[in-house]
């Protein structure tokens, strides 16, 4: 009897894992091109931060293809500053470039590969040049990615929303992003990501 019991609970065992690997392995490609807009956590500067400093922002749009949803607004992603250098009198304005690194989807860090964001400054009394997005250009971003996250809707957005401007720091050539910035990537490469769980079903 007690070897009837226990082959039971073996082959139930056998026959769950199948289905719990197949519910957390539906996967959606992610092509080339999406964009990820992202709304910092961590303050990064160029006189404080170190090339490989790892940083902390989220979401602010769905990751949407088509109907599908993969990540919804929220979600964690990382990222590292690729480069950093300080302003000085010889080197004249700073720079900071940053990259995101993986995204989190029901708790499991996934890598992907982005663009850079470039910020950098000048020099003194100059205004430092980035891609921050802002004024009427971010809310054509949100609405092309809210709408379905395709790629022409998020293209056109996108070149309405870069190229704006966000004042150097107080020295007029250190360069900072601080936290809350929305910050706009776009994937390097393309990507095989789950779908996160409790969407779309």
């Known amino acids: 009897m007690r070897y009837a019991i226990a082959r039971a609970s073996v082959l139930f065992t056998v026959l769950a894992i199948p289905a719990m690997v197949s519910a957390q392995t539906r996967r959606v490609d992610v092509p080339a091109g999406t964009r990820l807009l992202v709304r910092m956590i ?7 931060q170190q090339v490989g400093f790892r940083f902390t922002a ?53 890598p992907i590969l982005t663009d850079t964001y470039d910020v950098r400054s000048q020099g003194q009394g100059e205004r430092t040049a980035g891609r921050i997005v ?14 379905g996250g395709r790629a022409a809707a998020i293209g056109a957005a996108a070149g309405a929303a870069t190229g704006t401007t966000l004042s150097a720091a107080s020295s007029g050539r250190q360069v900072a992003v601080a936290s809350e910035s929305l910050l706009e990537f776009r994937l ?14």
Request: charged fraction near 15%.
């Open 188 to 201: 390097a490469q393309p990507t095989s990501l789950p779908v996160a769980s409790g969407r779309n079903r």
């Open 134 to 147: 802002g004024g009427t250009g971010l809310g054509a971003l949100i609405g092309g990615i809210a709408g």
């Open 42 to 48: 961590d303050s990064v500067d160029s006189q404080r």
């Open 58 to 110: 989220s979401l602010e749009t769905n990751l949407q293809i088509d109907d599908v949803v993969v990540a919804p607004r929220g979600s964690t992603v990382h990222g590292r500053l690729a480069n950093a250098r300080a302003a000085g009198r010889a080197s004249g304005g700073a720079n900071l470039t940053l990259e995101l690194t993986d995204i989190v989807i029901d708790g499991t860090a996934f």
